[in-house]
Structures are given as structure tokens and as C-alpha cells.
């Protein structure tokens, strides 16, 4: 089952370490700014990309796309609960709440896994 999460608990959980957060989105919008940490997941590439990028299925995981009319985040999280992962959460005001509430990206390419 996924779960809803909301922006301060995401900084809580980014900040303390203790989840891995993953982007929803083609590579370029992640390319251009994503959370801080998080790995590039796009939805349509769950089942390719999930085993190697998240090989822990009990591990804690966010999802996120962009806004909340995107559904990329719904559908790649709704995905991973499906292939077995244990604990995953949508946060799914996603990037531009993020940003609106003035909280630090990255950019750059993903990184290899």
C-alpha cells in the first residue's frame, strides 16, 4: 500500500539520512533540478530500473514527479508496491511545492547505479 507523505515529514526523512528518495520524471526535467539525494526513476522504466537503483525492498522510499496533477509518482509507486517493496510513500505536491516553499535542489545527471 502506498501511503501519502507531506513536505515537512520528506525534509525530516531527507535531512536525517534514513530514505531514499526517487524522482518520477524523464531524466531531463531530473536532470534540471530534483530533491536533494534522489535517484532518477521515471515511471515508465519502473520494473527495468527498480532492482538495480532500490535493491533493498524493506528500505523506506519516496516518490515524487512534479505537481499534484503530474501522475508519474502515483503510477511508479503504486508499481513498486506492486514488485514488493515494503514501504513506500508518495509525496504528491512533489517538486514545485519544493521549491515553492524555498527548499534546496540539485542538478546534474543521475548517477550511475
Request: charged content about 20%; some cysteine; glycine content about 8%.
Amino acid at each position: 500500500m502506498v501511503r501519502s507523505i507531506g513536505r515537512d515529514d520528506v525534509k525530516k526523512k531527507i535531512d536525517s539520512g534514513s530514505v531514499t528518495v526517487v524522482e518520477a520524471l524523464p531524466a531531463s526535467y531530473y536532470e534540471e533540478a530534483h530533491l536533494p539525494g534522489a535517484l532518477n526513476l521515471p515511471h515508465d522504466a519502473v520494473d527495468a530500473l527498480a532492482p538495480g537503483l532500490l535493491p533493498d525492498k524493506q528500505a523506506e522510499i519516496i516518490v515524487y514527479c512534479s505537481n499534484t496533477p503530474c501522475p508519474n509518482s502515483g503510477i511508479a509507486s503504486q508499481r513498486l508496491t506492486e514488485l514488493g517493496y515494503a514501504n513506500v510513500y508518495e509525496y504528491g505536491e512533489g517538486k514545485q511545492d519544493w521549491i515553492d516553499a524555498g527548499l534546496p535542489t540539485e542538478s546534474g545527471p543521475a548517477r550511475a547505479s
